[in-house]
């Protein structure tokens, strides 16, 4: 259940959706590594394996240049972790997580083209603005550089394949295959983060409903732990008007070392121009 702070602010983006502009296509707004600038507000549930439970409300910024080759991003998220244990009355706190900033560079564009369209080049860096023991953070920084393939066998379809490698130069309050997230199993320092993971993304506009649907086979490896994790994500996202979408986001642990189990997204963004 969304707590009633998610919920009011939640309302309080309401007008930003209504603003009138450019029809946006829902290929721009399906695009997992969109070049356009937007704001957006992510509502996510975070379910362990033992019942504890990780919630966050993030706000997010990101700028991309007129040019559609560089993006800068940040996002910040308001966090509430229920832990399954005694920890003398810091079992249920609110606060804020890591910062997160990003940044996208696409060396390798082609428009309207069959096959290969397009390169991305990302970089995601967290800091540890959140307090760890509280489980609300990783406690150190952490860096994830990748590379993303945008590729159309179709004018409708589209897949997105990526490999991405998460590091951190000092030992981590998170557990391999959990993506830099804050392990409220055991809100300790354990290892240094060593994750490769790889995603295959798959996109289906639906132009009658001026939505799209997303299937994501994601795999992730935990070199700290010698373990693989596989989860599996469906995204179904929706335009709701000329410049702002609202999409569903389940991830579901499939196979691997069970810690984290279910991730549910809900997202809006508005698109700047």
Do not use: C
């Amino acid at each position: 259940m969304y707590t009633r702070l998610q919920i009011v602010l939640l309302l309080m983006t309401i007008p930003l959706f209504q603003l009138a502009g450019q029809q946006l296509s829902t290929d721009n707004a399906s695009d997992p590594v969109s070049m356009q600038g937007r704001a957006a507000v992510d509502i996510e549930s975070y379910f362990f394996h033992n019942e504890a439970q990780f919630y966050a409300l993030r706000l997010g910024y990101y700028y991309g240049l007129g040019n559609k080759r560089h993006l800068f991003g940040m996002s910040l998220p308001l966090v509430h972790t229920v832990f399954n244990a005694d920890y003398a009355g810091f079992e249920n706190t609110t606060g804020f997580g890591d910062l997160k900033m990003s940044y996208l560079f696409v060396p390798y564009s082609v428009k309207n083209t069959i096959g290969l369209a397009r390169v991305s080049l990302s970089l995601d860096v967290s800091a540890p603005t959140g307090e760890y023991r509280l489980g609300r953070g990783a406690g150190v920084w952490l860096y994830k550089p990748g590379i993303i393939f945008t590729m159309r066998p179709g004018p409708a379809v589209s897949f997105y394949p990526e490999i991405r490698f998460q590091l951190s130069g000092n030992e981590a309050n998170s557990q391999g295959g959990s993506d830099g997230v804050p392990d409220p199993e055991d809100p300790e320092k354990d290892n240094k983060v060593q994750n490769l993971s790889m995603a295959i993304p798959l996109v289906a506009q639906i132009e009658d409903w001026d939505g799209w649907f997303s299937l994501n086979i994601m795999y992730t490896r935990s070199f700290t732990e010698s373990t693989n994790f596989f989860f599996v994500r469906t995204d179904i996202g929706k335009m709701l008007g000329p410049r702002t979408s609202a999409a569903l986001r389940i991830a579901k642990f499939i196979a691997g070392q069970p810690r984290l189990n279910v991730v549910v997204q809900a997202n809006f963004t508005y698109y700047m121009r």
